[in-house]
């Protein structure tokens, strides 16, 4: 017969498993590092283990929702996505029965909101997504007045601050307006500093993600390349074991110019069993490669549009593949068959594709020395760049569109080269040439002008040229070029 304690003890362990609760077990943690490696079945079956040995700990949900979140996202299938959306709610009204004493519960309603805000953009669901991002600012409010030494809450409202702060004027007004929503640069660079500093001496389960957000709002809103590149480097991401990890850490490598580091991390990149396809990371190797006219670069563009299934970059793999039969292989004939391609498939969503499209149907062949010299310097390979367009410069300038984007190229590798005077003054004749046009080489002249003089602490004509650049409604890469003026007058204003 069984002693009255065991009962006790019994009964008393029945109520502690019934009450909801948010804690970071090892579990939890496990959970969440084999979802960085997208091993997501392996993942699924830890976390539904959890369930049953830890009924109560409702951040499970929180960290269930990532399965869903890399899973439509990476591999963009709207069938997918209509079969997973109806999970958003369910682990909102699990979350929903937890602690409200705890800082998770508020906290894990947003995270969630604003991962299924994110994965709508991808299927055009702007409103849905709109209205998502409004409630889960909503709620990190209302959570850091409640716990105001929880500094998890500045993972996210860094990013919210940050992006309102690149609005300005009647939009800014408007969107305020309607979201509640306002914020500056300044204030979400200084959130997602406190949360890095906090992450130096305390245990932080999403330490790499706040670096990523931290690096991301360096580099393209404080426009601090030397920054960025120093934030992610100290968040020692685990590239060996994590294709998000390197995704992360060579789309920066490609940004802030370290070519040859990010084809180095993306040929190493991992292959673990049961690893969900990531085929996005051969296109990024196929740019990489493209850059400095390697053979191999086909190899990884064609595996990237064989396999992949989703929507968005699609056209642009088929530009640069049109490209590299240009330029590499000097087939013309190749070259037509993939802008074709270009023209036919994939979505128009993202810039890159918007651009894609717009090259593909404008059907005039691209002078090569010109795009040769565009490759080098997307490479970062600046003297090589250099070197072609002095070269070969008669060449191009026989025509109008040749000698504006002459113009507009030489500008960009003298400014790259920190020669700044001769920089402005090819930027200047790009202005010149294209006056009275709404073109991109025009748009992101003014833009870099303005970048030039903000370095050189000279505001005046910094403001001048973001204001004059935002005047042009650019033919490609607007709401890039834009977003980039619009940071910047807050920078000089501040």
Same mark, same amino acid.
């Given at each position: 017969m069984l002693p009255a304690g065991f009962f006790f003890i019994f009964v008393l362990s029945g109520n502690l498993n019934a009450q909801k609760y948010f804690s970071i077990t090892p579990g939890i943690k496990y959970a969440y590092r084999t979802i960085t490696y997208l091993q997501l079945d392996k993942a699924q079956q830890i976390l539904d283990s959890l369930?049953?040995?830890?009924?109560?700990?409702?951040?499970?949900?929180?960290?269930?929702?990532?399965?869903?979140?890399?899973?439509?996202?990476?591999?963009?299938?709207?069938?997918?996505?209509?079969?997973?959306?109806?999970?958003?709610?369910?682990?909102?009204?699990?979350?929903?029965?937890?602690?409200?004493?705890?800082?998770?519960?508020?906290?894990?309603?947003?995270?969630?909101?604003?991962?299924?805000?994110?994965?709508?953009?991808?299927?055009?669901?702007?409103?849905?997504?709109?209205?998502?991002?409004?409630?889960?600012?909503?709620?990190?409010?209302?959570?850091?007045?409640?716990?105001?030494?929880?500094?998890?809450?500045?993972?996210?409202?860094?990013?919210?601050h940050a992006l309102t702060g690149t609005l300005t004027g009647l939009n800014k007004t408007i969107f305020t307006t309607i979201t509640g929503i306002d914020g500056t640069i300044k204030q979400g660079a200084s959130e997602i500093k406190k949360l890095i500093e906090y992450t130096k001496n305390n245990y932080f389960l999403f330490k790499d993600e706040s670096y990523t957000i931290a690096s991301f709002i360096a580099f393209h809103l404080e426009n601090d390349k030397e920054k960025a590149w120093k934030l992610i480097n100290e968040a020692n991401l685990d590239i060996k074991n994590s294709p998000l990890a390197c995704f992360v850490l060579a789309n920066m490598a490609q940004k802030t110019g370290k070519n040859e580091f990010a084809i180095k991390i993306l040929e190493n990149k991992p292959n673990n069993p049961g690893q969900l396809s990531f085929y996005y990371l051969d296109y990024m190797l196929g740019k990489s490669l493209l850059y400095k006219s390697d053979r191999m670069a086909y190899y990884y563009l064609k595996r990237f549009v064989d396999n992949f299934n989703g929507i968005n970059y699609i056209k642009d793999a088929?530009?640069?593949?049109?490209?590299?039969?240009?330029?590499?292989? $000097?087939?013309?004939?190749?070259?037509?068959?993939?802008?074709?391609?270009?023209?036919?498939?994939?979505?128009?969503?993202?810039?890159?594709?918007?651009?894609?499209?717009?090259?593909?149907?404008?059907?005039?062949?691209?002078?090569?020395?010109?795009?040769?010299?565009?490759?080098?310097?997307?490479?970062?390979?600046?003297?090589?760049?250099? @070197?072609?367009?002095?070269? $070969?410069?008669?060449?191009?300038?026989? @025509?109008?569109?040749?000698?504006?984007?002459?113009?507009?190229?030489?500008?960009?590798?003298?400014?790259?080269?920190? $020669?700044?005077?001769?920089?402005?003054?090819?930027?200047?004749?790009?202005?010149?040439?294209?006056?009275?046009?709404?073109?991109?080489?025009?748009? $992101?002249?003014?833009?870099?002008?303005?970048?030039?003089?903000?370095?050189?602490?000279?505001?005046?004509?910094?403001?001048?040229?973001?204001?004059?650049?935002?005047?042009?409604?650019?033919?490609?890469?607007?709401?890039?070029?834009?977003?980039?003026?619009?940071?910047?007058?807050?920078?000089?204003?501040?």
């Open positions: 369930k049953i040995a830890e009924p109560g700990n409702m951040l499970i949900y929180h960290i269930e929702n990532y399965i869903d979140f890399y899973r439509i996202f990476i591999n963009e299938d709207e069938d997918e996505f209509e079969k997973l959306r109806n999970n958003k709610d369910y682990r909102i009204e699990k979350i929903e029965s937890g602690d409200k004493d705890s800082p998770y519960y508020q906290f894990s309603k947003a995270e969630i909101t604003l991962q299924w805000a994110i994965v709508r953009l991808k299927f055009g669901e702007n409103a849905k997504a709109a209205f998502e991002v409004r409630s889960a600012f909503k709620a990190l409010k209302k959570n850091q007045k409640k716990f105001p030494g929880f500094v998890a809450n500045y993972k996210s409202l860094s990013v919210i088929y530009l640069k593949l049109a490209w590299f039969e240009l330029i590499v292989n $000097n087939d013309e004939k190749a070259y037509w068959q993939n802008i074709a391609k270009c023209i036919s498939e994939g979505a128009s969503i993202v810039d890159e594709d918007k651009t894609a499209k717009k090259v593909a149907f404008k059907s005039v062949l691209p002078n090569p020395v010109l795009l040769k010299a565009r490759l080098l310097y997307d490479g970062s390979y600046y003297d090589d760049a250099y @070197s072609v367009l002095i070269k $070969n410069k008669k060449l191009c300038l026989n @025509s109008y569109t040749n000698r504006l984007e002459f113009n507009y190229r030489m500008g960009r590798v003298l400014q790259a080269l920190n $020669n700044y005077d001769e920089a402005i003054k090819y930027f200047e004749n790009a202005v010149k040439t294209g006056e009275g046009t709404n073109s991109h080489f025009v748009c $992101n002249s003014l833009l870099q002008m303005g970048v030039i003089y903000e370095k050189l602490s000279k505001y005046k004509q910094a403001k001048k040229y973001y204001k004059n650049c935002l005047d042009i409604d650019s033919d490609e890469y607007k709401n890039s070029i834009h977003q980039k003026a619009k940071a910047g007058l807050i920078r000089i204003k501040h």
